[in-house]
């Protein structure tokens, strides 16, 4: 039947034999080994996204270094392996001295657990607590200083406040110009990877500019102060 349809040629040379040229060099057939991707396993269990929650700290935790114990309610499965039950767990933290906003700490695997899902890892991250006196700035803390016009032309003594509790008496000569910075250095937070180290107390200057003034001390003014 070959012979008839295909001129006595066998059709799936082509496909078995190597042709190397002369006939007489023909190999009887060359195997290929073709290989199929492995199907996913069904039901293949996976992890849920991470959860994600705020840790918020003051400025003064970050200073000292502070203990967080957090509580986390999630789903956890029973020893029939299927069904499942609530339960409570404190979480401790350890916040480290001079750690930043944003700082990441994780707990693999405390979500919610179930008989078809790998749980997801619970992440806290690192929030800083608005302060009364200060904002950070990195390792830096600002302090701003609020003067008067004369204190920013004749000079002035500046209080300044710590985060441990101290007052720091900072006198100033020269003129202090809206949004001027001096720095205290060390007075700070403690550097993240070398604690025994602080950054700079940061004074920023806002001058408070006098909402009128009295004729006679305007012209006063005007003869004093340069164009």
């Keep these: ?22 006939d007489e060099d023909e190999e009887p ?13 069904a039901g293949a269990r996976r992890q849920d996204p ?9 400025l003064e935790e970050i200073y000292s270094g502070c203990t967080k114990k957090m509580k986390i309610s999630h789903k956890r499965l029973n020893p029939d392996g299927k069904t499942v039950r609530n339960e409570d767990k404190i979480l401790t933290i350890e916040v480290k001295r001079g750690w930043k906003e944003g700082t990441k700490i994780t ?24 302060h009364g006196v200060f904002r950070r700035e990195g390792s830096d803390i600002v302090y701003p200083a609020k003067i008067s016009l004369r204190e920013a032309l004749c000079g002035c ?42 950054g700079d107390l940061v004074i920023e200057f806002e001058v408070k500019f006098p909402d009128r003034i009295p004729p006679a001390s305007r012209s006063l ?4 102060l340069p164009l």
């Design 1 to 22: 039947m070959f012979a008839e349809f295909f001129d006595g040629r066998n059709p799936f040379d082509t496909f078995f034999v190597q042709r190397n040229g002369d």
């Design 29 to 41: 057939f060359t195997t290929f080994h073709v290989g199929f991707p492995r199907a996913r396993q």
């Design 50 to 58: 991470p959860v994600l929650y705020d840790l918020k700290v003051s």
């Design 107 to 130: 707990f693999p695997k405390e979500g919610d657990q179930t008989p078809t899902n790998i749980p997801a890892d619970v992440v806290f991250v690192l929030k800083d607590k608005p």
């Design 157 to 198: 003594t500046v209080h300044t406040p710590t985060l441990d509790g101290r007052t720091i008496p900072m006198v100033f000569q020269d003129i202090l110009k809206p949004g001027v910075k001096r720095r205290i250095p060390g007075e700070g937070l403690p550097l993240p990877r070398a604690p025994e180290q602080r």
């Design 221 to 224: 003014l005007e003869q004093i």
